[in-house]
């Protein structure tokens, strides 16, 4: 920091160079120099000195050339602190001129040199001049031709000679390279890689080793993994008199001896295995998979440039176990190497390809997975679609920053517009989310809420389609989908993550599929099985209803014992899957009037059914409606008020638990309260309860233990746990509820004015995303602290969306609670982010 802003380094001299200051190829070829490969000379500017190019202060490139000798040509090449940050392409053959060419010509050849000035005139005018690169477009068939073109072409636009003084090119090129980084596209872009407001760009300036002229010269780049699928492999092209990266447009040959055709390992074996040697060298030094870009040179291998390969996330999951069970890294930093967000990446579904696809349009595939959904065409829309616990797929002309909090809520993203790094594109990687970008043949009319495709079909807001985002194909309807395949590499994390993790995770499972994946994903246990779930089947449905109409407790108690061996078997499919992990059921939670009916139509087919006078059905409709019924009788007020359904219920998870231990399996149920907020609703319910449980082991005369908990969702619950806890063994926060009730808002309304709300800051997020750990974590606090104070042994753990959230987990784990329940799809983000909490 203490350098003059207009300071640079050879590589060769001086101290160690840091990423934070000169970036990470700066950074890397000092490394290799120091491994001695043989690297050209390199000069590195750090981000200080390139940000005062960008404002002008550019250093004196005549004395920088004069240290590449008398004919120096030079390339330039960005150098970021995180090669993901993107940043000006390379600018290469920096001084050439006319009298360097004619010099050039005598001992390359004319056809090279034409070649080189011809390149440098064309990178110069498009990326120095910013000229149009249409006019610079050349057939390389004739070299001689071709550079009398763009430099005529050069005069003509610029109304001057090409420029000829090499320090009076070079600064230009470092000015463009500079104001490039600072350019309001490139920041918006790297910003959404996740890149602070300031991040800095280094520059590398390299003598030019030319990869043409006599004896075998050429270029290449090779690295020595598959970067899709992480698996080691050598992969790569060269190509005989190239420079650049020519290679991989084509026209090269391969690098290890094929059957298809000529390679490197033939044309010039000794430079081939120093190269594989160079590999395996890098991947123990550096600790990396790296891609390197070399030179031979009249049969002398050179260096240019090693950067770390870029990869999918499964392809850095199995490099990172690879390189921690070759010894190269210990299995903490393999762990630490990969975000836990980025494995939501590995958990894609795909469109299964066997089953006949109605394809309607076809897109850019911008970020893998599949994903059916209802159309949408705003965020907001999208905010509300999820708040009704529905999923949409956001269709839009193009994303904007204003859209990312709608592509949270969707399931799948598509655009009309964009490319492979627009906003959509590079946010949905990023979210993990299925997408399709510059679907251009499809025309939408946003206020007429509709999209017309090519064939003229016409969709309309909640029509559903499905987004394959690894093949870029829209859907008709509900495609179906694959669930994941998992590598061994992602389970061998998931088991280390697991073993590190001192926070353990359970998952949010009400079917017999989400208890199969939770396991999958090493859930150790359930820690929320919402019941009512189970109710909404239709031949339940028509049951659930007769019990809410019935007139008498007998006649509730029938429609109650007929629903009771469903829910028992049920539960016996989840504790069988779960094999004696623990598995949490809530008992009955949402006010019943959502069971019925709402339209004249439906009432009219259930007086029909349950063979009741219509008027009968609309009284009792009306009776059950609330104005508020989120704050209604719902959760533990039903349980007081229509006991039964608890009984049923508590009866149907012993007798399961029963049934399942006798065959050999030992069950220990967790049952949960919803809804508490006074310590007397918890009394009440537990007498009840453990009524039944005597009543079932009587009559079984198996010894069943099972477990009662209570969920912590109203305010009232948190502030009073002391009291609660003593008649408990578990917590368990319910943070959606909680939320909702903190703030004194509605979970399911709060998405038509969430996003206003955010982006007048008054929230810095959506508390239903992001937990509030100032308000709504002062409540997690405060119960937690009450509980142990009365009942130190009591567990405590949290099952609200928030469970899943890398950041909600270090709160939670801070508090002390023992676990975090999640969707099945986020347990192993959650068991990597316990992991590196814990490292
Ligand atoms: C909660 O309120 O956080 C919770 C887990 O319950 P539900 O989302 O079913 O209301
Ligand atoms: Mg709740």
């Not at 500017?45 to 002008?56: E, H, T």
């Not at 993901?84 to 010099?103: F, Q, S, T, Y």
């Amino acid at each position: 920091p203490d350098q003059p802003v207009t300071s640079y380094t050879l590589i060769t001299e001086g101290a160690p160079i840091a990423v934070n200051s000169h970036g990470g190829r700066a950074k890397c070829l000092q490394r290799l120099t120091r491994l001695n490969m043989p690297v050209p000379r390199t000069v590195a500017l750090s981000f200080d000195c390139v940000r005062g190019i960008a404002q002008g202060q550019v250093p004196d490139a005549k004395d920088m050339l004069a240290s590449f000798g008398d004919r120096p040509v030079v390339s330039v090449r960005p150098s970021s602190e995180d090669p993901d940050w993107g940043g000006p392409g390379a600018i290469l053959n920096i001084g050439m001129n006319a009298a360097r060419h004619k010099v050039m010509a005598e001992e390359l050849g004319q056809e090279a040199a034409d070649r080189l000035y011809t390149r440098f005139v064309q990178s110069y005018a498009v990326h120095v001049a910013r000229l149009d690169p249409d006019e610079f477009e050349v057939d390389d068939s004739d070299s001689a031709d071709a550079l009398k073109r763009v430099l005529e072409a050069y005069e003509f636009e610029c109304e001057e000679e090409f420029p000829q003084d090499p320090a009076h090119q070079l600064e230009e090129v470092l000015r463009s390279m500079a104001r490039a980084w600072e350019g309001t596209t490139a920041r918006l872009l790297r910003q959404a890689k996740g890149a602070p407001a300031d991040a800095g760009l280094g520059l590398v300036v390299q003598e030019m080793i030319f990869g043409l002229g006599s004896g075998e010269c050429g270029s290449g780049v090779i690295r020595f993994i598959n970067p899709q699928t992480g698996h080691r492999q050598i992969e790569g092209r060269y190509k005989r008199q190239s420079q650049g990266r020519d290679a991989l447009d084509g026209d090269a040959v391969f690098l290890q001896k094929d059957a298809r055709g000529t390679s490197m390992e033939e044309l010039c074996p000794k430079c081939y295995a120093t190269l594989t040697g160079y590999g395996a060298s890098l991947r123990e030094k550096l600790r990396e998979e790296m891609e390197v870009e070399f030179v031979v040179d009249n049969g002398e291998l050179r260096i240019l440039d090693a950067i770390r390969v870029q990869r999918t996330s499964p392809a850095a999951v199995r490099v990172a176990v690879d390189l921690a069970n070759d010894k190269i890294i210990p299995r903490e930093e393999a762990l630490l190497r990969i975000e836990p967000r980025a494995l939501t990446e590995l958990l894609h579904r795909q469109v299964n390809p066997d089953a006949p696809r109605d394809v309607l349009l076809k897109g850019i595939a911008a970020s893998p997975g599949a994903a059916t959904g209802k159309i949408v065409f705003s965020a907001t829309a999208a905010q509300a679609s999820q708040a009704r616990d529905e999923a949409c797929i956001l269709v839009r002309r193009e994303t904007a920053p204003e859209d990312i909090r709608g592509m949270h809520a969707a399931s799948a993203v598509l655009t009309e517009r964009g490319g492979m790094s627009s906003h959509a594109a590079v946010i949905a990687r990023g979210l993990g989310l299925p997408c399709i970008v510059g679907a251009s043949d499809l025309k939408l009319k946003r206020k007429e809420k509709r999209l017309i495709l090519p064939d003229g079909r016409e969709l309309g807001e909640g029509d559903l389609i499905t987004v394959d985002g690894s093949s870029g194909d829209v859907l008709d309807g509900a495609a179906e989908l694959l669930e994941p395949t998992l590598e061994d590499g992602f389970r061998t994390l998931l088991t280390w993550a697991e073993d590190v993790s001192d926070i353990k995770v359970r998952a949010n499972a009400d079917t017999p599929a989400d208890a199969e994946i939770a396991r999958r994903f090493r859930a150790r246990g359930i820690g929320l099985c919402r019941t009512e779930h189970m109710f909404f089947e239709h031949d339940r449905l028509t049951l659930m209803r007769e019990m809410i109409f019935a007139n008498s407790p007998d006649d509730r108690a029938a429609a109650l014992d007929r629903l009771l061996p469903m829910q028992r078997a049920d539960f016996k499919k989840l504790f069988e899957i779960m094999r004696g992990e623990r598995v949490c059921i809530r008992l009955f939670d949402p006010p019943l009037h959502e069971f019925l009916p709402h339209t004249r139509e439906g009432m009219r087919e259930l007086a029909g059914a349950l063979d009741l006078p219509l008027s009968d059905v609309e009284r009792r409709v009306k009776a059950l409606s609330e104005f508020n019924p989120m704050l209604g009788m719902r959760g533990v007020r039903l349980g007081i008020t229509v006991p039964e359904i608890y009984d049923m219920q508590a009866r149907a998870i012993f007798e399961a638990a029963a049934e399942v231990s006798a065959e050999g399996q030992a069950i220990i149920p967790e049952v949960m309260i919803p809804l508490v907020s006074a310590m007397r609703e918890v009394e009440i319910v537990k007498a009840r309860i453990d009524l039944v449980a005597a009543q079932v082991r009587a009559a079984s005369g198996v010894e069943f233990d099972f477990r009662l908990g209570v969920m912590v969702e109203t305010p009232r619950a948190a502030l009073r746990a002391e009291e609660i806890a003593p008649h408990v063994s578990f917590l368990s926060f319910g943070t959606n509820d909680l939320t909702q009730m903190t703030y004194g808002l509605s979970r399911d309304d709060a998405g038509r004015f969430m996003s206003e709300y955010v982006r007048q800051e008054v929230y810095a997020e959506d508390p239903f995303h992001t937990l509030d750990t100032d308000g709504v974590g002062e409540l997690l606090e405060i119960g937690a602290e009450r509980a142990r104070r009365s009942q130190p042994d009591v567990t405590l753990s949290i099952c609200g969306e928030h469970g899943g959230n890398p950041e909600s987990i270090a709160f939670c784990r801070q508090a002390g609670f023992d676990y975090v329940s999640c969707s099945p799809f986020r347990v192993p983000v959650a068991w990597l982010a316990g992991a590196h909490l814990a490292l």
